[in-house]
Each structure stands twice: as structure tokens, then as C-alpha cells.
């Protein structure tokens, strides 16, 4: 099978790198705290010195990285000791300005940006779903490596487009968790069961992945970070400055940033995302 390497073994890298080594891909991994290296280590993954001998050994390369500055710095480290003939593929979640960018530097090695969205459930589980900007056969090449990571994979068009298409995935995950947040504030105002509620709302209309598993964290006041504050909000910067190049309006967006900045100063940036449920409750005085 094609050697793989993976780079950045966080929240979503190391469940991603442990779904590569069960489906028998040969896996060299790295990452700068060497905990998660030894636990894909124990599930039969290889240990790489450093980016570079990462890169050298493989034929498809990943990365899973916090944020643009890292991402790039990585690339331009792995990139020279890349085969003409290898992939590089990045999930992390940065601006489309930084995919190209690497892509335009990568020259005569395919360069995908494939950004994902499912959260830690979803790469727990196996269940993500992958965005892929760039080279068509590139994309069906490393077809088998997602699979083996995620359910659903979408060819979005050129590169940068699969991180166009994660920022306006984020709209809606940012607008939608205040959604949920407000609707169960006012459920709860309201002297109702919880978990009834979100078993009556998750199957009409109202129903979404949001109300479904973050909704039942928030009903189980667990607000430990399946995707977290400070990460969001790095997304939504993002996606302002690319609204702003295009002349789009995003009120829903721009509010509730001011909102997750209340909770980042009151509560921390390292909370799960449904932790913005003790931003609406605070307001409403039910704390």
C-alpha cells in the first residue's frame, strides 16, 4: 500500500493517522510532543526524526496544523524532500491565500487543500468529511487515504477552493451553535426538559448535527472542547477578511464573533464551542 506520512497529531491528526494505520497504510508520523507519536507507535504507525524525514519516506504526505503561520512553515521544510511523484495534502483549516500559495510552491508535486469538518466525534469515528481543492487526479490517487479517514469526500474545484468552501462551512457551524444555544436558553427559561426538547426539535425542521451532539453537551453542562473557542475564532477571522475582499455582508457572523469574545474573556478560548451556551445564559440572568 502507498506509504503515508502524517504531520500534526492533535484533537483530529491523531485519530485521523490511527484510522490510516488500521486500514494497513504504512504510517510515519511526527509531531512536536512525542505523546501521541507513542500511542499510533503502540497501534503499529512508524516514528519520524522530523518534518523532513517524515516527507522523504512518503508518497502521500499529511498535515493537521492549529493555524497558517505553522502550516506554512511546515510545507516550506517538507516540500524539497518530496517526490515529484508524492501528494501533499493539508486538512488543516487556513486561508485559501495560504493553500495556493503552497500549492504555487509545491510546482510539479500535487499539492491538495482538503480542510475537514465532522469534529473529534468525526474523527473518532471515521465519519469526516473532507473539502479538496486542486488536481483532479491527484484527488483520486489519495481517494483510498480519505476514505479511510471520512464518509464523504468532495472534489470542490481548484486549489483554494476546498478552503473557500470550510470558511463558508463555519458560517453556518458559528451561526447554527447560536442558534442551538439560544433555543435551549429558552427552553430551559421555559421549564422544560432538555433532553426531551432536543429529541422533539432534532426531528423537524430545527434539526441539525449542532442541536443533536452539541446540544446534548450543552443539556449535560460538558463543555470540554470537541472543537475549540479560540480555534472558531481563528476560522471567523478568516472568513471576515474574505468577506470583506468579496463586499459580503455577514451580521450573524460578526455578532456572534462579539459573543464567543465574551466567553473567551469570561470563561477561556479552550472550551468546546458550546460553552457559548453560558454566554446566552449569563444574559438572560439564568446563572
Same mark, same amino acid.
Given at each position: 500500500m502507498?506509504?503515508?506520512g502524517?504531520?500534526?497529531l492533535g ?5 485521523m ?7 494497513g497504510?504504512p504510517v !510515519?508520523v511526527?509531531?512536536?510532543?512525542i505523546?501521541p507519536?507513542?500511542r499510533?507507535?503502540s497501534?503499529?504507525?512508524?516514528a519520524a526524526?522530523?518534518?523532513? $524525514? =517524515? ?7 499529511f498535515? =493537521?496544523?492549529?493555524?497558517?503561520e505553522t502550516?506554512l512553515?511546515?510545507? !516550506?521544510?517538507?516540500l ?9 495534502i493539508? =486538512?488543516?483549516?487556513?486561508s485559501?491565500d ?18 475537514i469538518t /465532522? /469534529?473529534q ?5 471515521g465519519?469526516l ?7 483532479r487526479?491527484?484527488f483520486e ?8 479517514? /471520512? ?11 476546498g478552503q473557500?468552501?470550510?470558511?463558508t ?5 458559528a ?5 442551538v =444555544? ?8 421555559a421549564?422544560l $426538559?432538555?433532553?426531551?426538547t432536543?429529541?422533539a &426539535?432534532s426531528?423537524g425542521?430545527?434539526?441539525?448535527w449542532a ?12 463543555f470540554n472542547p470537541?472543537?475549540?473557542?479560540k480555534?472558531?475564532?481563528? $476560522?471567523?477571522?478568516?472568513?471576515? !477578511?474574505q468577506?470583506?475582499?468579496l463586499g459580503v455582508?455577514?451580521p450573524g ?5 462579539e &459573543?464567543f469574545?465574551?466567553?473567551e ?5 479552550r472550551l468546546g464551542?458550546?460553552a457559548l451556551?453560558?454566554?446566552i445564559?449569563?444574559?438572560s440572568?439564568q446563572?
Amino acid at each position: 500500500m502507498i506509504p503515508i506520512g502524517f504531520i500534526g497529531l492533535g484533537i483530529m491528526g491523531r485519530p485521523m493517522a490511527g484510522h490510516l494505520v488500521k486500514a494497513g497504510f504504512p504510517v !510515519r508520523v511526527f509531531n512536536r510532543s512525542i505523546g501521541p507519536v507513542e500511542r499510533l507507535v503502540s497501534q503499529g504507525a512508524m516514528a519520524a526524526d522530523s518534518v523532513e $524525514d =517524515c516527507a522523504r519516506q512518503a508518497e502521500i504526505l499529511f498535515t =493537521c496544523l492549529p493555524e497558517d503561520e505553522t502550516v506554512l512553515a511546515v510545507w !516550506r521544510t517538507a516540500l524539497p524532500h518530496l517526490s515529484l511523484e508524492s501528494i501533499g495534502i493539508d =486538512c488543516s483549516t487556513v486561508s485559501p491565500d495560504t493553500a495556493r500559495a503552497i500549492a504555487t510552491e509545491a510546482g510539479k508535486i500535487a499539492f491538495l487543500d482538503a480542510p475537514i469538518t /465532522g /469534529g473529534q466525534w468525526g474523527a473518532e469515528a471515521g465519519t469526516l468529511t473532507f473539502m479538496v481543492g486542486g488536481d483532479r487526479l491527484a484527488f483520486e490517487r489519495a481517494r483510498p487515504a480519505f476514505e479511510a479517514m /471520512g464518509r464523504k469526500i468532495i472534489h470542490t474545484g481548484e486549489s483554494g477552493s476546498g478552503q473557500m468552501t470550510k470558511l463558508t462551512n463555519q458560517i453556518a457551524v458559528a451561526t447554527g451553535i447560536l442558534a442551538v =444555544c439560544e433555543a435551549l436558553t429558552f427552553a430551559s427559561a421555559a421549564g422544560l $426538559d432538555l433532553d426531551t426538547t432536543i429529541e422533539a &426539535l432534532s426531528s423537524g425542521a430545527a434539526g441539525s448535527w449542532a442541536m443533536e451532539n452539541l446540544g446534548t453537551r450543552i443539556a449535560k453542562r460538558d463543555f470540554n472542547p470537541g472543537f475549540m473557542v479560540k480555534l472558531l475564532q481563528k $476560522d471567523l477571522r478568516l472568513v471576515m !477578511r474574505q468577506a470583506d475582499r468579496l463586499g459580503v455582508a455577514l451580521p450573524g457572523v460578526a455578532g456572534v464573533r462579539e &459573543l464567543f469574545k465574551m466567553l473567551e474573556t469570561e470563561e477561556g478560548e479552550r472550551l468546546g464551542i458550546q460553552a457559548l451556551a453560558l454566554v446566552i445564559e449569563k444574559l438572560s440572568r439564568q446563572r
